[in-house]
């Protein structure tokens, strides 16, 4: 229980992936006619390999380069609706250039803007004609879950689930898992949302660690993340759920359950949690609605929470982001994904779901993080925050004590 436990509760943690824009610089500043000629030279070539990728094309990408030369069959199953490369800076000279790019792409039915993914291209030159030769993420970016193989799509009623190695039928269990995710999210946050999945499951925890740009261990026994951007407008494109296969194929129906439904509503409430949002309001929200119909008791949900109390060391203030993170202790970690849940209970107990749903929005549309939380709770809840840590201190004790 105690595994299984630990895998469930690291598993509510979100990544918001950020972007960074880069403007066109020449390579010969003393020649910047010859180094727009060539910038133009080298879009046209991207505008042409986007295209191929576009129309299913191979023979017309082929041309345009050698590099990743089985994309468009490990993109044969993902329901494109766009797909583009924007030149940001090229670097060297003479017939071999480096070029960084953003590769912009929408899938068709999800995602209303376009994702960005920071790439690197080296291209080379024979005579008039440039040709990709390599093309890679950038520096600290993600892998694209094709790059990784050949990709497996299974759509649902309200999620598109995305597989590499993985076989069709686990595919088809967690796109099961994820339309009852989006229903049961809707229930507790609101119509207000895309209602709508998009779920990755890389072959292994590698897989997700190159989907994330960082090192796998970092995620050994997390089940899920959710990337996305935070704050983002009804105009972003749609959060990614990325599942870690290996910490999440341990799970039984409920703990699977929890998870997805855990991670479905940082998908939802993405466009009202920012800087100003606690890790511990963020999560602990999350958690709340994953165990909303549960049924289950409190010190079944919260083993770690409970063991402190009844040892009489129950934590006295709400945790702080930096207990969060995955390189904690998995004991500490999990009190404090169990304190957040149990303030977000407590608020949708003693006050409504529809007080806990304002007092988060309201929080995320506080301009910084000082006093969001504060002015949330006055203008929310009617009470101050020491009046609120004091009802959440008793509220512990008496749920698991």
């Known amino acids: 229980m105690a595994g299984r436990r630990r895998a469930v509760r690291r598993a509510g943690c979100f990544v918001a992936l950020g972007v960074l824009l880069v403007g066109v610089s020449g390579c010969d500043a003393d020649d910047t006619g010859r180094t727009d000629s060539r910038s133009a030279a080298v ?118 689930v995305l597989g590499v190695g993985q076989q069709p039928s686990v595919l088809r269990s967690y796109a099961a898992l994820a339309d009852e995710a989006v229903p049961a999210v809707t229930a507790a946050r609101g119509d207000d949302w895309a ?103 409190p010190g079944e949900a919260a083993p770690e929470l409970q063991r402190a109390v009844q040892e009489g060391t129950a934590p006295t203030t709400l945790p702080e982001d930096a207990d969060f993170g995955f390189d904690s202790d998995s004991s500490k970690l999990a009190r404090a994904y169990e304190s957040g849940w149990l303030a977000c209970r407590m608020i949708a107990d003693r006050w409504s779901e529809a007080k806990l749903n304002a007092f988060y929005t309201a929080v995320g549309g506080h301009k910084q993080r000082a006093g969001a939380v504060e002015d949330a709770l006055r203008s929310v809840l009617g009470i101050d925050e020491n009046d609120f840590v004091a009802r959440w201190r008793e509220y512990v004790r008496s749920e698991l004590g």
Not at 85 to 109: C, F, H, I, P, Q
Not at 217 to 240: F, L, M, N
């Open 195 to 297: 209602r709508k999945v998009v779920v990755l499951v890389p072959k292994s925890l590698d897989g997700m660690g190159g989907l994330l740009g960082a090192p796998a261990s970092g995620y050994q026994g997390i089940a899920a993340v959710t990337t996305g951007e935070a704050g983002g407008s009804g105009t972003a494109p749609a959060d990614r759920v990325i599942i870690n296969p290996e910490a999440y194929g341990v799970l039984g129906a409920f703990g699977k359950q929890v998870v997805l439904t855990h991670e479905t509503a940082h998908v939802a409430t993405r466009a009202v949690t920012s800087a100003a949002t606690p890790l511990w309001l963020s999560e602990g929200y999350a958690d709340w609605t994953g165990y909303r119909t549960s049924g289950r008791a």
């Open 43 to 160: 879009q046209r070539v991207l505008d042409r390999r986007a295209a191929a990728v576009l129309d299913g094309d191979s023979a017309a990408y082929r041309a345009t380069g050698g590099a990743d030369p089985y994309l468009l069959l490990d993109l044969a199953a993902v329901p494109l609706d766009s797909w583009a490369y924007k030149l940001t800076s090229l670097d060297g000279s003479g017939s071999r250039v480096s070029a960084a790019a953003e590769l912009r792409y929408r899938v068709d039915g999800y995602d209303k803007a376009p994702v960005v993914a920071e790439r690197t291209l080296t291209l080379q030159r024979t005579g008039e004609r440039w040709r990709v030769v390599d093309d890679e993420p950038a520096e600290k970016s993600g892998q694209q879950l094709w790059e990784q193989g050949k990709v497996t799509a299974v759509k649902g009623a309200h999620s598109l």
